[in-house]
């Protein structure tokens, strides 16, 4: 059974990035735990999701992509989308 984030509180960096509207506040987890409050609530119901982060290890950086999509292309749809959303 898995863990339902449908009441969990909002956190200090969700209420900070909704103040300033700006992506350099809050930490990763903050935006995954909203993603999931917003999905066990069913206010969000994604047929499709695309993850990309970056972790510094030892003084490298390294990048991750994780999705869940029908095909690639969907994936690669979604990147170009946000691409230019955050262009706009």
Request: hydrophobic share 35%; aromatic share 6%; proline share 5%.
């Amino acid at each position: 059974m898995s863990e339902d984030f449908s009441n969990h509180p909002k956190t200090i960096g969700e209420l900070q990035r909704e103040r300033t509207d700006s992506c350099d506040v809050g930490t990763p987890r903050d935006i995954l735990i909203e993603m999931l409050r917003e999905i066990d609530s069913g206010i969000s119901k994604p047929s499709a999701m695309v993850i990309c982060y970056r972790e510094e290890i030892g003084g490298e950086s390294y990048s991750r992509f994780l999705s869940a999509c029908p095909d690639g292309l969907v994936a690669q749809g979604l990147l170009s989308r946000i691409i230019w959303r955050m262009n706009e």
